[in-house]
């Protein structure tokens, strides 16, 4: 304690104080750095928010190292502002290196620049989605699933092509591209569940689509909260897109159509059936606006 004591004792106590101030400022060099090193704590986070850090960063410490060299002539002042330096230009050329080197296949490029681009989605987080995925080709008049036999055991979104969705042979709608082929049946499935497609999927042209595995997926989703976020909003929303497109085909004649894969919607194809409050809801909206 005696020892601390003194410590203490040397450092603030009888160390000397500033009698008189410089009158004259610093040259324009140190206020440049010091002026990059405000702005360059304003960075954001993410891939660019770090190489706008340490780009700026990196200048600050340079101007600071040239400041003591010139104006100060302190070794020691000059060293460590060097090698801070160093290690700003370091991290930049790492992560630039990184940023460059994300290369994918041709699918990928335009799933990237038309899907998730547009999100705000960085490469190296598009990179994670893209290596636990395959790229898989379906030719034309092949099913990619059959009504009652092909098990729900993965997540696909079409590239290119489109896709024909019928139910026991009657036409439901099309699959365009950058559109989840079977967003219904997962978003009807809980993890520990299984099932198997209630339509029928095929190829009207030869088709291009990105495939995820059931569980390599969710496994994905524990690891990355992000990615789990990111596939919720994307496949609610091709879900909406989906019942928008079967809008026009609800009222045939008597009888009233809906995709039996969605949950909570099934297909009537007799008044005797008994109807639930949406079904009756959707019924007497669909009587009004056909008046």
Known sequence: MEKNSSLWKNLVDEHPVCITWKQDAEVAIYHLASIFFVVGFMGGSGFFGLLYIFSLLGLGF????????????????????????????????????????????????????????????????FRTIALSSEVVTLEKEHCYAMQGKTPIDKLSLLVSGRIRVTVDGEFLHYIFPFQFLDSPE?????????????????????????????KKLYLLFAQHRYISRLFSVLIGSDIADKLYALNDRVYVGKSYHYDIRLPNFYQISS???????????FRNSRQYYDK
Not at 101 to 124: C, D, H, K, M, N
Not at 186 to 214: H, I, K, M, N
Request: hydrophobic share 45%; aromatic share 18%.
């Open 62 to 125: 340079l101007c600071s190292a040239v400041w003591a060299w010139v104006e100060v002539c302190a070794a020691d002042i000059f060293s460590w502002n060097f090698i801070l330096f160093v290690i700003c230009f370091m991290q930049f050329v790492h992560i630039a290196y990184q940023f460059r080197s994300i290369t994918f296949a041709r699918e990928f490029q335009v799933l990237y620049s038309s899907l998730f681009q547009p999100l705000g989605i960085t490469l190296p987080v």
């Open 186 to 214: 997962w978003d009807s499935l809980r993890p520990t569940e299984e099932g198997t497609f209630q339509v029928t999927l095929t190829a009207e042209t030869d088709c291009r689509y990105v495939s995820w595995r059931r």
């Open 271 to 281: 008044p005797e059936i008994p109807r639930s409050p949406m079904t009756e809801h």
